[in-house]
């Protein structure tokens, strides 16, 4: 199976610039790549994201957590979901 280039430079683009919340990805069974299905874009949350995957059909996402630590320190975490 291959993975897209643009599936590499979204994440790139989120994890260095924050220009995404997440990044929702699909398997495209005809042409056997995994490709962008959906971009969130910085200002979404995580209800956002929850109602952009669906049902019924695997995907696999990334989301950029953001989060104040005991310290009131603002801190940010990346997660894999596979859906």
């Given at each position: 199976?291959?993975?897209?280039?643009?599936?590499?430079?979204?994440?790139?683009?989120?994890?260095?610039?924050?220009?995404y919340?997440f990044?929702?990805?699909k398997?495209?069974?005809?042409?056997?790549?995994v490709?962008?299905?959906?971009?969130?874009?910085?200002?979404?949350?995580?209800?956002?994201?929850?109602?952009?995957?669906?049902?019924?059909?695997c995907r696999?996402a990334?989301?950029?957590?953001?989060?104040?630590?005991?310290?009131?320190?603002?801190?940010?975490?990346?997660?894999?979901?596979?859906?």
């Amino acid at each position: 199976m291959a993975v897209h280039d643009d599936c590499k430079l979204k994440f790139m683009e989120l994890k260095a610039k924050r220009t995404y919340r997440f990044i929702v990805y699909k398997i495209e069974e005809q042409q056997k790549q995994v490709i962008v299905e959906k971009l969130g874009e910085p200002n979404q949350g995580y209800e956002d994201f929850t109602a952009c995957l669906p049902a019924d059909e695997c995907r696999y996402a990334v989301y950029d957590f953001d989060f104040l630590t005991e310290g009131n320190v603002p801190k940010s975490r990346i997660f894999f979901v596979a859906w």
